[in-house]
């Protein structure tokens, strides 16, 4: 895979090549496509490519269908951090001089201020959250970790994964896929041994005592400096 293709183009190219090994009489079965499949990507789909090869039980489906939320993932990453360049540009061609009528600081206007957005934020992320359905039912075992290209965060039930944990203020309200609401309780950071010896370490894991299974989500590993691999 060239560094900048787009990853469905990359899938379409490999699906011509497995035809053509095909034709020749090489005949791959799903396990042997999925090891070259994850062996031909390039560096910024490490981290993914590493949890799905240590998956137990992992179509190439499965697979395709998760690493096309990485490229998803950074398309919104651009798009947010393009919109942020663009305010702060314009933000530092006029300096307003006036008072604050949220928090009575001067410098800047209530729409500007962090002190309401961070109120604010913290109410939409437990409104979003709580209209968001996940992998995770109850048939799942608590054990089992499973990668999530619709999941918006990681999350789990297993308290001593944790390496550090913070609870968090007000709890975050979970809809799983069975229609289920939970809450999660506490964030903090996780570390998995896979079955390679390879140690992932994953950052701002939801903890939900009431959640059957583990999820692992996509575009969080696709996050910069929010997980790692050793």
Known sequence: MEPGTKFAV???????????????????????????????????????????????????????????????????????????????????????????????????????????????????????ASDFAFTATSAMEKTEWLV???????????????VSMKELKTPVGITIADGTKIDAIAKGTVALRLMDGTTVTLSDVLYIPEVEGSLISVSKLAEKDRSSVK
């Not at 137990?56 to 798009?79: M, W």
Request: charged letters at 30%; aromatic letters at 8%; hydrophobic letters at 30%.
């Open 10 to 128: 990359h899938v379409g190219r490999f699906k011509e090549l497995v035809l053509q090994l095909q034709t020749i009489g090489e005949n791959l079965d799903e396990i042997r496509q999925l090891v070259f499949l994850l062996g031909s990507l390039t560096d910024e789909y490490r981290m993914i490519s590493t949890v799905l090869e240590n998956s137990p039980n992992v179509t190439l489906a499965y697979a395709i269908q998760a690493l096309s939320g990485v490229e998803a993932s950074d398309k919104s990453s651009s798009a947010q951090e393009r919109a942020f360049a663009t305010k702060k540009r314009e933000y530092g061609k006029r300096r307003f001089n006036g008072k604050c009528f949220y928090c009575k600081k001067t410098g800047h206007k209530e729409s500007e201020c962090r002190k309401k957005k961070a109120v604010e934020g913290r109410e939409e992320v437990a409104q979003e």
């Open 148 to 162: 999530d290209s619709g999941a918006s965060s990681h999350m789990t039930s297993v308290r001593d994964k944790f």
